[in-house]
């Protein structure tokens, strides 16, 4: 699929002879070349299975009271930008509509494209309107009622249309009532519109099509990829560490153990079990790896993540602390016991999932995991060439796909959808409760509307435009009205001191877990530290200035400049919050080049072996959140983690 970067869209191709999408430059089946169409960036179509069929048939049989021409059909669907979950819907090798859950109506609903539109307007028995008059360009512009011909069916305005003018067709939508459509000055607005009659029949198929007609292309591309995987371990593996699969229980990596055994034979599968997951996934991961034979290791996150929520407040998008606490802390505890000399892993990342993953090679490491190597034979695939893999070599893939779940990780996890929230609620109503509970307890305790849950405001931290959009189009406020977690009061900003230099003094409030013993070991890992049990201060010397901490959260600091100031505070306030808020996740101990780190209640730090080197900060979840975490305004402070 070649990008067009210049218009937004991704030239893809349809077998109209064999009704299924082509993946390659000719059908495997029939031999033709196929023909093009275009979808929207960034083009990771995915086949239409399950749930979703019945769910997009009721969507246009809701619309249009029928779902003839749809059913039987091969359906895709390409992920779109959008306030939620938004899917172009293809059929006949031709966006026919675009399915989007709206969050005003708390329910998925159609926009019905021309194709569609032209596919359904001979069948159609509601949702229909004639209109005459009007000349020129109509794409965009709005029909009077005066000039409707005919209106067929009771619809509610901001409902999907098929409009109808001679021998045109085109897709519009209500901007009134059906029954008052005809009195309104703005009746109906045009989507798009063109001839009638340029869809015409679509080639009943299955996905057993769609294998048949890219087996060539799945050639190639398992071909290359296991190629890959072989020349690492031939060149590169010379250590012959053992091979292993990150096996999540998605799509992905499924592919990516298919690959691994095929390059590799016998490979051994680690799950992270967050403490979050779908029943039906860890059943799906225990079956697998008994029915495949591989050994299965579980790395368990525990109750980690309930342990840790009410201090950290829900994750979000821009906020997850919980996949350092639930998935890095854990596989790293697994890997350094069981696999102690280091592994190779294979992994199912792709560069279409996400922005994050948009840039990685062939061969990664992850710097908190130090002796795990990761390889990446799937990153330039599509989420088609995916399933394509799974369903030629007749994998089991996890059941939830089947019920409409586009992605599969942690059941709440703030990274899915509204609307595939309301599916969990659907098929696991205990899981769902117990969320919805603690988010509208936590909402209630900062003084934010019920909005904050029920539109899923709670899933940033710091709001993109398209959320304070709807925000205010709700006419709600969710800005908290009393504060959780840590704060800081400035009682004075970086200034000149009477004695020399520059002061900073604040007030910092957290939450006390431990002793303060515990800050003293913080600050070691910055620099030289003093500390008196008695008095609860702790005293840290650096070349660059001096800071005191004190039990009542007091902070104060003295630098020859004002920026050595702001760095040293900066850093001691860190410390403190690192100390109290502690999730004992193990990641700095075993990142630290000294072994100078022992979790024992918390982080507990040998001064003899710290050299102050900062690695076990920079790996440190609170710190790497602490713009996240600190309520209040810390002003003059800098934000560089």
């Not at 869209?9 to 390659?24: F, I, M, N, P, V």
């Not at 059943?283 to 579980?298: E, K, P, S, W």
């Not at 005191?548 to 630098?559: K, P, T, Y």
């Not at 410390?575 to 990142?591: D, F, H, S, Y």
Request: aromatic share 8%; charged share 25%; proline share 5%.
């Amino acid at each position: 699929m070649a990008q067009n970067t210049a218009h937004g869209k991704e030239t893809c191709r349809w077998c109209d002879g064999c009704g299924t999408l082509l993946l390659g430059e000719t059908c495997s089946r029939c031999g033709t070349p196929g023909r093009e169409f275009q979808v929207n960036s960034p083009g990771d179509i995915r086949p239409c299975m399950g749930d979703s069929v019945d769910m997009v048939l009721g969507l246009f049989r809701e619309a249009f009271g029928t779902d003839a021409p749809l059913r039987g059909r091969s359906i895709w669907f390409n992920k779109v930008p959008g306030e939620d979950r938004t899917d172009e819907v293809i059929a006949g090798g031709r966006v026919i509509g675009v399915i989007r859950f709206d969050m005003r109506l708390d329910r998925m609903v159609l926009e019905v494209r021309h194709p569609g539109a032209d596919m359904f307007s001979e069948v159609a028995t509601r949702n229909l309107v004639w209109f005459w008059g009007l000349s020129g360009h109509l794409k965009g512009k709005t029909i009077p009622g005066e000039n409707l011909n005919d209106i067929v069916g009771d619809f509610r305005e901001g409902e999907t249309l098929i409009l109808r003018k001679g021998q045109k067709v085109g897709a519009g939508i209500a901007l009134a009532d059906s029954g008052a459509l005809r009195m309104s000055e703005r009746a109906v607005k045009v989507r798009d519109i063109g001839p009638l009659g340029t869809v015409g029949d679509i080639s009943q198929a299955d996905l057993d099509v769609f294998v048949e007609a890219n087996r060539d292309h799945l050639r190639r591309i398992q071909r290359r990829a296991v190629k890959e995987i072989r020349q690492f371990m031939e060149e590169r593996n010379r250590g012959r560490l053992p091979v292993t699969v990150s096996f999540s229980g998605g799509k992905d990596s499924l592919a990516a153990y298919g690959l691994a055994s095929q390059a590799c034979g016998d490979v051994e599968l680690m799950y992270i079990d967050t403490g979050l997951e779908f029943p039906e996934t860890v059943d799906y991961v225990r079956a697998f790896a008994t029915d495949h034979g591989n050994r299965l290791h579980i790395a368990s996150g525990g109750d980690g993540f309930w342990d840790n929520v009410d201090a950290f407040g829900p994750p979000a998008k821009d906020f997850r602390w919980c996949c350092k606490v639930c998935k890095l802390g854990p596989i790293t505890d697994l890997i350094d016991t069981e696999f102690p000399d280091g592994t190779v892993t294979v992994e199912g990342n792709r560069w279409l999932e996400s922005y994050a993953r948009s840039g990685i090679g062939f061969v990664t490491r992850n710097p908190f995991v130090p002796n795990q190597v990761n390889l990446n034979p799937i990153r330039s695939w599509t989420a088609a060439d995916v399933w394509l893999y799974i369903l030629s070599h007749h994998l089991e893939y996890n059941p939830l796909y089947d019920r409409d779940f586009e992605r599969i990780g942690c059941y709440l996890c703030p990274s899915c959808l509204s609307s595939e929230w309301r599916n969990t609620g659907r098929i696991h109503p205990e899981l769902y409760s117990r969320w919805e509970e603690h988010l509208h307890a936590y909402a209630e305790s900062r003084g934010l509307p019920p909005e904050y849950v029920d539109a899923g405001f709670w899933r940033w931290k710091v709001l993109p435009p398209k959320m304070v959009q709807l925000a205010e189009d709700m006419h709600v406020d969710i800005r908290p009205k009393a504060v959780s977690g840590p704060t800081m009061r400035m009682l004075k900003g970086a200034s000149p001191c009477a004695a020399g230099g520059y002061s900073m003094e604040a007030v910092v409030t957290v939450p006390r877990s431990r002793d303060f013993s515990y800050v003293a070991d913080a600050l070691r890992t910055v620099g030289e530290t003093k500390y008196s049990d008695e008095y609860e201060i702790a005293l840290l010397k650096l070349p660059i200035g001096r800071a005191r901490l004190f039990g009542g959260g007091q902070v104060s600091v003295n630098a020859p400049d004002e920026g050595n100031a702001k760095r040293i505070f900066e850093r001691s306030v860190k410390a403190l919050i690192r100390a109290m808020m502690c999730t004992e996740c193990g990641i700095c101990a075993k990142g630290c080049p000294r072994g100078a780190i022992e979790i024992s209640g918390g982080m507990r730090v040998d001064p003899s072996r710290c050299n102050s080197c900062g690695r076990c900060e920079r790996s440190c979840m609170v710190v790497h959140y602490y713009d996240k975490l600190m309520d209040g305004d810390p002003a003059g402070v800098p934000r560089n983690s």
